[in-house]
């Protein structure tokens, strides 16, 4: 059995897929028996959607560029 | 191609500026943390608008075997990589210290690998809860500016743009085992500082 710290370790390529099936199921396993580590990877999960979640700095001068951008395609354009 | 893409294309081709504006709000950020991942903040600004008049200019041969976005980020990846020449020495794992530091071996028993001090419960469970919190969103910038460059990329790429590992891979050009260790430790030190913060109502 992984202990904590194991799982801890892990935790990231578990979130990710990235563990083999015989990892995961050492994960899923240490996870049915230890509430800390259900904690932690529940709260991680949180955590990523927290970064999703935070408000992006507002683009600034979007108009111009797209203007930019058209009369350039515009210009281009066979 | 995706249904979206094709519509989207179709009127970038005719130089329809709303269509740019949708195509600049929708991917600006993206592009922005890619060259942020290979050039450094100093001259992310240059290589993105370097990255937009080549995406203009080769738009007319976009065949749609990639998504949009993967293509918008593969010009600025390569805009990047040709501007600096910068043949990257070796992948910078460096590990700066954190704020609220990390998820680290004190953690843990050293004896039987259990939790000594287990996760604290946070008193929130939505992002939008925790975010309602301005002084924890001002706690997670700081802590999102004190990783390094590659690292806080590669985190906001997977979490905030949602790229596949692959992918984050081939545009940064770095290995899948690389990406992994990146990653890791940078949600380690963000999970630090909300857990800091849950703890102690404190940045």
């Not at chain 2, 240059?46 to 738009?59: K, P, Y």
């Not at chain 2, 690998?113 to 910038?141: M, V, Y």
């Not at chain 2, 899948?176 to 630090?192: E, G, P, T």
């Amino acid at each position: 059995m992984l202990t904590c710290k194991e799982q801890v370790a892990r935790s990231s390529d578990y979130l990710d897929g990235q563990l083999s099936f015989r990892e995961t199921l050492m994960v899923r396993h240490h996870l049915l028996f230890c509430p800390s580590c259900r904690r932690f990877m529940r709260q991680m999960r949180l955590m990523q959607a927290t970064l999703k979640a935070m408000p992006e700095q507002p683009e600034e001068n979007i108009d111009a560029l797209a203007e930019r951008l058209a009369d350039e395609r515009r210009n281009n354009s066979p | 191609m995706a249904a979206d893409d094709t519509e989207l294309l179709a009127r970038l081709l005719a130089g329809e500026q709303k269509a740019f504006k949708e195509l600049v709000t929708a991917y600006q950020s993206a592009m922005r943390a890619v060259a942020y991942a290979i050039v450094g903040q100093r001259h992310v600004e240059e290589v993105v608008q370097d990255a937009w008049l080549s995406v203009v200019r080769h738009l007319g041969g976009f065949e749609g075997r990639s998504s949009l976005k993967t293509w918008l980020l593969t010009i600025t990846a390569n805009s990047a990589r040709n501007r600096y020449k910068l043949n990257r020495r070796e992948v910078l794992l460096d590990d700066l210290p954190s704020p609220h530091g990390t998820i680290d071996d004190d953690r843990f028993s050293a004896s039987d690998g259990h939790w000594l001090i287990a996760p604290f419960a946070w008193h929130q469970d939505t992002p939008e809860a925790l975010l309602t919190e301005s002084e924890l969103r001002n706690c997670l910038e700081h802590t999102l500016l004190s990783l390094s460059e590659l690292q806080r990329s590669v985190l906001l790429l997977r979490e905030r743009q949602g790229l596949e590992l692959e992918e984050i891979c081939n545009l940064l050009q770095i290995s899948l085992s690389n990406v992994r260790v990146l990653l890791h430790r940078a949600r380690l030190k963000v999970f630090a500082t909300v857990e800091h913060f849950e703890e102690t109502g404190e940045c």
